[in-house]
C-alpha cells in the first residue's frame, strides 16, 4: 500500500513584485540565488545588481515583511552573478544562518575561506569565524589541486559534514570532510584534515550528492554505478549509507534502483536533500521535463527511520514547481506562475 503525504498551500513570495532589492535573475534566475527556510520564514541570499562584490540577503514571512542587510564579501567583482552564488553555501543551524565563503585561489579553485555567522537569524550583525587549520588538497587526473566545498549538510551538533570537490569538472563529490565549529570563540576545526582521513569510496564507483551528521554518523545519499553521466543523467542504483566507526568506514544500502532503457535518449537521473529536521530525504528528478516515477510527480520522499518511500500530494497548480528545503512539516518550493513570475512557495502537511 502506498504511503501518502498530502501537502498545502501556506503562502507564496512573487519576487517580480520586489523590483527594488534588485535580485540579480536576468539569468537562470535559482541559480543566481540560494535560499533556506528557517521555521516558516524564507531567506533569500542574491548578489547586487549594482556591485557584484557585495551579497544582498532578504527575509520574508507569510505577513509579507520583509527584511534586508547588504554584506561586502568578496575583494574581486565577479563576472556572473552565478559565480559569486557558486562561492557562497547558506544553511540553517538551530536558530543561526551561516555563510560558508570560498574565494579562488592562483588555479582558479574556491578554497574555504570563512564563515558568516548571524546569530539568532539577525542579518544585520554578521560575525566572522575562522579557520584554524586546511585541508590536505587532493589532485585530479589533470594535476590540479583543490578542496572546494559543494555541498554542507545538516546536523544535530556542531559539527558539519561537507561534500568536497569535483571529478574532471563534473562536480560530482567525491569526498566528505567534518569541520566543528566553535561559536563561543568563533573559530573552525577540520576533524579530517588529511586525504586519509577523509570519506569516501574506496573501491566502488559512486559520488556523493547529499550528507547530514545525525547521532555522531555521517549518514549519505550517494549515487552509482559509475563516475560518468550517461548524455548528462545519473546512472544505476541509489545508495544511503553512514559510517559506522571512528575510522569512517562505512557500510550502504540500496534504496532505488535506477532502471532505465541504456539505448533510450531520454535523460535520466535522480538527486536528493536532506531535510533540515533530519527525518526525510527528499528524491528528485536530474531532469524536471523527464517523470522518472511514471505517475506525473516529480518528488518523492525517504522516510529514513521507517526505510519507507512515501508520495507527495500537492496542491492543483504546483505540478511544475519544484522543492528544494524541508523543515519539519514544511516545504519550500520554486516555480513560475502563467505570467512567467518567479515564485517561492512554501507548503505544510494538511
Known sequence: MKKIMKLKKHYQINLNNYKELNFNIDRVWFSTCQFVLHKQDIFVIAVCKEDATKIKIVQFNKDRI???????????????????????????????????VSEKNKTDQNIPKEIIYFKDYDISNPQTITYQNTIEPKKDTYGKTYATIQKIGNTDSD????????????????????????????????????????????????????????NGKTQYFS??????????????????????????????????????????????????????????????????????????????????????????????????????????????????NSKKENIISILEKE
Open 223 to 336: 549515487i552509482g554505478d559509475s563516475f560518468r553521466y550517461k548524455k548528462f543523467g545519473m546512472c544505476g542504483k541509489i545508495h544511503l549509507g553512514e559510517t559506522i566507526n571512528k575510522k569512517n568506514e562505512y557500510k550502504f544500502k540500496t534504496i532505488y534502483n535506477c532502471e532505465y532503457d541504456k539505448k533510450s535518449s531520454k535523460l535520466f537521473g535522480r538527486t536528493a536533500i536532506f531535510t533540515l529536521d533530519l527525518k526525510y530525504l527528499i528524491l528528485k528528478p536530474a531532469f524536471l521535463k523527464h517523470d522518472p516515477w511514471g505517475d506525473g510527480r516529480t518528488e518523492k520522499l525517504y522516510n529514513l527511520d521507517k526505510n519507507e518511500l512515501i508520495d507527495l500530494e500537492l496542491p492543483r497548480g504546483f505540478s511544475k514547481h519544484t522543492i528544494i528545503k524541508g523543515n519539519e512539516n514544511s516545504f519550500l518550493l520554486l516555480g513560475k
Open 66 to 100: 520583509v527584511t534586508h542587510s547588504v554584506h561586502n564579501i568578496f575583494k574581486t567583482n565577479y563576472e556572473y552573478a552565478d559565480s559569486v552564488i557558486n562561492s557562497l553555501k547558506m544553511v540553517s543551524h538551530n536558530d543561526d544562518l551561516l555563510i560558508f
Open 159 to 214: 559539527i558539519f559534514p561537507i561534500i568536497l570537490d569535483g571529478y574532471n569538472g563534473f562536480n560530482l563529490g567525491q569526498q566528505i570532510a567534518l569541520l566543528k565549529i566553535n561559536f563561543d570563540n568563533l573559530s573552525a576545526k577540520w576533524q579530517t584534515e588529511k586525504q586519509k582521513e577523509l570519506i569516501k569510496y574506496k573501491k566502488e564507483k559512486y559520488v556523493f550528492d547529499a550528507v547530514q551528521y545525525k
